[in-house]
């Protein structure tokens, strides 16, 4: 899959933040984000419109992302700028991790070290604040993703056109006497 480059301006902390959960999560900063906006849906996408980002953002960034990504940042983003809209989402983000997942930054890891059940294990509740871990929120994004893809294929399986009266082919038969085949 072709990525194209796509550069980010983050406040210092929310930039460090963003490196921290990937590393926390295996993936790469590009892999995060990519996860993540494919995840979103109409009540993320209200809830991060209403975050905020209160330090100037002065740390750059850099990411590849799909056409598709990109695509879909865009469209999230709806009137505003996408950058800023990826500031905010990664805020929302942070905002509901556990502070435990950002203090300190652990090792890389590659994907294939770390175990797929691991991941899920290792989320718990936050009970001050009472969020849940943002691995939690993307598994619950990728099934409902699912399950509005599955929804939208039997609707529109289902409303495939039903061949009318005056949709036959054949044209009319021939005047005179039916002749047999091969003859």
Known sequence: MLRKAYSVRFPPALANAL????ARLSYTRSDFVERLLGDLDAADR???AET???DASTAKRNLRLSAETLARLTELAGDGE?????RRTIAYVVAAAPPEWLQGSP??????????????????????GGAIGPVVVLVVLAIGALVTFIVWLIFRL???PSPGPDTDRRGPLPDG???????
Request: glycine share 4%.
């Open 158 to 160: 289902s409303d495939s």
């Open 107 to 128: 090792p890389p890891r590659r994907r294939s070290d770390v175990p797929q059940a691991g991941i899920e294990e290792d989320v718990e509740l936050n009970a001050p």
């Open 46 to 48: 209200a809830a991060i």
């Open 52 to 54: 905020s980002v209160s």
């Open 19 to 22: 490196d921290t959960l990937a």
């Open 82 to 86: 996408a950058s800023d809209f990826l």
């Open 177 to 183: 006497p039916a002749r047999a085949p091969g003859a």
